[in-house]
């Protein structure tokens, strides 16, 4: 068994849990965070449960003694439950940080996303990034990765092509390169392992949206259709939204429109094709 002994908080999300497989598979000593006890059901080869609320520190005291690394995928994309994207991708984070410092962990890696640091103006990235910056004055070892959106993120073009048609702003040609959760989780690990600091990670290809929006259409076995909406109208909604909505409702839609306005193209890893994955997507759906 490998001697490192390992605290993943966000275990029970998209890519903590491949997470889990991936630090088992090395043969590291795994301790996981979990918000209740039920949640214990959802693994089956971790070495220990702590369980605690991310947002309440007085509940986190012990959760990192005797640990080594932390990797942390803590992180909401919708605000619900009263809890804002401060709450919990900065305050939740840093509350674990904190311990992590009390307790001497040797390195603590944090999931943020790719252009995160360029784009504080979103709400979403602001609470990040302010974590990103506590991190790094922290006086521990750090690994911040940056990934180019999960796989499961892009189900939403599914979703859309699975009415025919899809959507988009501006003319299509902008690039992306997805990445799924098993093959992020390997990376991952290799960079803390490595020693890494930062890290944009993507995936194996790199798609426009005409392109990604096409796989989807195909994976429904539907002709490529595709509407292009003028980019102007994509930001008097992010406008409108600001000012007559709160954070809790703009917030994932300013996320989703911004990123989907600029090139997101990060260096390419990992063995999953983005079309295997909505076919079988579709597959799964359909029964």
Request: hydrophobic content about 40%; glycine content about 8%.
């Amino acid at each position: 068994m490998n001697a490192k002994r390992i605290l993943l908080a966000g275990a029970t999300g998209y890519l903590g849990q491949y997470l889990v497989k991936e630090l088992k598979s090395r043969g590291y000593w795994v301790r996981v965070l979990i918000r209740k006890d039920s949640q214990k059901e959802l693994f089956n080869d971790v070495d220990d449960f702590f369980v605690g609320q991310i947002t309440n520190p007085q509940s986190l005291v012990g959760v990192t003694k005797n640990i080594d690394w932390v990797f942390s995928t803590i992180g909401i994309t919708r605000q619900k439950e009263g809890l804002t994207y401060m709450d919990v991708d900065y305050e939740g984070n840093a509350n674990l940080l904190s311990e992590a410092i009390a307790d001497h962990v040797s390195s603590f890696q944090y999931i943020s996303a790719i252009n995160g640091d360029k784009l504080r103006r979103l709400k979403i990235f602001e609470a990040k990034e302010k974590f990103v910056d506590r991190l790094k004055s922290s006086g521990l070892n750090y690994c911040i990765i940056r990934p180019n959106g999960f796989f499961s993120d892009m189900r939403d073009f599914l979703e859309m092509a699975k009415r025919g048609r899809v959507f988009l702003f501006g003319d299509g040609r902008l690039k992306l390169n997805p990445i799924h959760g098993e093959d992020l989780a390997v990376i991952c690990v290799d960079k803390m392992e490595e020693g890494v600091w930062e890290a944009n990670v993507g995936g194996l290809d790199v798609l426009s949206q005409n392109q990604l929006a096409a796989l989807a259409l195909k994976a429904w076995d539907k002709p490529v259709k595709i509407i292009h909406i003028p980019d102007g109208i994509r930001r008097a909604i992010i406008w409108l939204l600001r000012i007559f909505t709160s954070s809790k409702t703009y917030g994932p839609i300013e996320f989703f429109l911004s990123a989907m306005a600029i090139d997101n193209i990060a260096p390419k890893y990992g063995r999953h094709r983005l079309e295997d994955f909505f076919n079988s997507e579709v597959k799964r759906v359909e029964g």
